[in-house]
């Protein structure tokens, strides 16, 4: 990776600097390509653009000052600026940061930090743990803003029906009321979302049922909160519509979506749908990780990285229902399901093979997903947004699986250290 790392070098005292302040700028010695400090303007230039909202701008420029996008627009209209410092980075592609809104990361704050430094290096700006949150999770690493480090947002517990033997943090819930309370602990807990698992498990418990998540969608709306929902069949999908989910945690599973479906979300524009596709059942390349995970940890996940025939079916489903939802104009943003922190290049990879073009995806995994958690400051390279952003070293707008050749992260307006 590059290195546009800041080097100050003090070495004058306070009155001196004070003398000198009028005739000279400072007694710092830093390379040319490199901001000097926090309030410095850098321009960064000659990259293709990818803005995140659908716009591509070829040989772009941005400027960021403290950590803000503060302009931005095509090299051929680019003012001159003073004092600033130019980044040149001709040949290069840079796009925003990935959000991604379905996780679940560890319990413990030195463990969380590190979830969120490994997802940094990858180009993740923020992350959602979308429940199993329990109440010893360090939730205040929300409001905390941790060098190298993704932002943190957080669903709490979520909310289930009693899956005995399968996990004990969730709230459990059997009666309207008590769906009603957990919300209301959530609630207290200053969560982000509400979390709510509708799921039999292959039949092994009775599943949250209609009165109970219509429950927690009323009282959860009362609270301005948001619901995401874990399914898996096409009729709890149009029962959640019906009492008013916000969004789907995954995609149908048990079968190819109808018509009827199509005209209900068509009805609730507003609906989102992070699809979380399950393995292709495909052995992938992995070379890509090299460098990135300890080599016995790289070697493992190679003797595993097999095909899987009888994953086929299952992926099929889901990639044919999200390319259907994605054609008939639903919202789809962008999550991973777990604790694998360079898992969304996988996703979106996998989102593209379903049908989605590279664009459609990229816009997934940065502006929507952004709106969906809601940081407003995410998701586009534009004036007023955070400086989160990825240099690479292609294009993925011609190959998707592009986004893993990273040369620099840059969150807030800092380099991330490799």
């Known amino acids: 990776m590059s290195q546009f790392n800041i080097k100050l070098r003090n070495c004058y005292s306070p009155i001196v600097l004070l003398l000198m302040s009028l005739l000279l700028t400072g007694c710092s010695e830093t390379p040319p390509d490199t901001p000097s400090n926090a309030s410095s303007i850098s321009i960064y230039e000659g990259a293709l653009l990818i803005v995140g909202n659908g716009e591509v701008i070829e040989n772009g420029w941005f400027t960021v000052q403290n950590g803000v996008i503060s302009a931005s627009g095509s090299s051929a209209d680019m003012p001159a600026q003073e004092n600033a410092t130019h980044v040149d980075l001709g040949g290069m592609t840079v796009m925003p940061a990935i959000v991604d809104s379905h996780v679940h990361l560890s319990g413990t704050r030195d ?38 480090a993704a932002r943190y947002l957080s669903a709490g517990r979520g909310i289930t029906a009693p899956e005995p033997g399968r996990s004990e943090v969730p709230h459990w819930v059997t009666t309207e009321e008590e769906a009603r309370q957990a919300v209301r602990d959530e609630v207290a807990n200053n969560v982000n979302f509400i979390k709510i698992w509708v799921d039999d498990r292959d039949g092994q418990f009775e599943k949250l049922g209609p009165e109970l998540y219509g429950a927690v969608i009323d009282e959860a709306h009362q609270n301005g909160l948001k619901v995401l929902a874990h399914l898996f069949t096409l ?33 609730r524009p507003e609906v989102v749908l992070i699809p979380n596709l399950p393995g292709r059942g495909e052995a992938t390349d992995l070379d890509w990780l090299t460098g990135t995970l300890p080599e016995d940890e790289l070697t493992a996940l190679q003797a595993r990285n097999i095909s899987r025939p009888d994953a086929r079916d299952a992926f099929g489903i889901q990639a044919r229902n999200l390319a259907r939802l994605s054609a008939a104009g639903m919202r789809i943003a962008m999550g991973t399901d777990g604790n694998t922190f360079w898992a969304p290049h996988v996703e979106m990879e996998d989102m593209v093979i379903s049908g989605m073009s590279p664009a459609e995806v990229i816009v997934a995994a940065t502006r929507n997903s952004a709106e969906l958690v809601g940081l407003d400051d995410l998701g586009t390279i534009e004036p007023g947004m955070s400086a989160d952003f990825i240099v ?27």
């Open 111 to 148: 463990a969380l930090i590190e979830d969120l430094q490994r997802r940094a290096g990858q180009g993740i700006s923020a992350a959602l743990s979308l429940g199993l949150d329990g109440l010893d999770t360090p939730l205040e690493i929300r409001d905390e803003i941790h060098p190298g």
């Open 235 to 267: 009729e709890d999908a149009k029962g959640l519509l019906r009492a008013g989910v916000d969004g789907f945690a995954h995609g149908v599973r048990d079968q190819d979506i109808d018509d009827e479906f199509i005209a209900m979300i068509q009805a």
């Open 392 to 418: 690479l070293a292609e294009n993925p707008l011609h190959d998707i699986t592009y986004t893993r050749r990273i040369v620099d992260v840059y969150l807030r307006g800092e380099r991330v250290q490799p």
